[in-house]
């Protein structure tokens, strides 16, 4: 079966990582960065995979859907989500119109 590329999309983010904070969230956008706290630690790889899951579970996708294209062992990071709805892409660009 096709998939119906109308029905979903590609987002290209510049996502800001705070590891170690006292819970897992999205703040928002900041200039150009989506900001988001996650619980685990910078180390193996820990923070980078709990920032997919925090990601992959606001925009209702896989977290095999979401790939740190560079950044990989920096606060800053560009990914890319893969098959997001266009719903829930909606979504995250209210969180950027309302917090900054």
């Keep these: 079966m096709k998939k119906d590329h109308?029905?979903?999309?590609e987002k290209i983010l510049n996502v800001w990582v705070q590891p170690r904070a006292s819970r897992n969230e999205i703040l928002?956008?900041?200039?150009?960065?989506?900001?988001?706290r996650v619980m685990a630690p910078p180390?193996?790889?820990?923070?980078?995979?709990?920032?997919?899951?925090?990601?992959?579970?606001?925009?209702?996708?896989?977290?095999?859907?979401?790939?740190?294209?560079?950044g990989h062992k920096a606060r800053h990071k560009?990914?890319?989500?893969?098959?997001?709805?266009?719903?829930?892409?909606?979504?995250?660009e209210k969180i950027q119109r309302t917090k900054h």
């Design 78 to 92: 560009r990914i890319r989500v893969m098959d997001v709805p266009p719903s829930n892409l909606e979504k995250l």
């Design 28 to 36: 928002g956008f900041q200039d150009e960065y989506l900001r988001i």
């Design 6 to 9: 109308r029905q979903s999309s």
């Design 43 to 70: 180390k193996e790889g820990e923070a980078n995979h709990l920032l997919r899951e925090v990601l992959a579970e606001a925009l209702g996708v896989s977290v095999s859907r979401v790939e740190i294209l560079s």
